[in-house]
């Protein structure tokens, strides 16, 4: 695999990782969350909170995660549909040599 490829590859699985991460950590936050509510008044998954409270920080981190994730996975598209386009532009040419010699 291409050098470029596999930077682009490791970034991509960093960004995942910390998505998965992020992911997991938001969704324990409201599984506690909801244990202070009584189960017939539980708030559901959008409430998150106000302007910096923990679970809005959560929430916050994991948006910020998966967009990063969303960019990396791009990047990484795009290198790859560059070094086929690039493949594929010097393979298609033949060089043609010609020599003139003066008598």
Not at 21 to 49: C, H, Q, Y
Not at 69 to 83: D, H
């Amino acid at each position: 695999m291409h050098a470029d490829l596999l930077t682009r590859r490791r970034v991509l699985m960093l960004t995942y990782r910390r998505y998965l991460e992020a992911d997991r950590a938001w969704s324990m936050a409201l599984e506690e969350l909801k244990g202070w509510f009584p189960l017939t008044n539980r708030p559901g998954p959008s409430v998150i909170g106000n302007p910096g409270s923990p679970i809005r920080r959560l929430y916050e981190r994991r948006e910020q995660a998966l967009l990063q994730m969303q960019v990396a996975r791009r990047k990484l598209e795009v290198a790859k549909q560059r070094l086929v386009t690039k493949h594929e532009n010097t393979r298609g040419r033949q060089i043609l040599l010609v020599s003139y010699q003066a008598f």
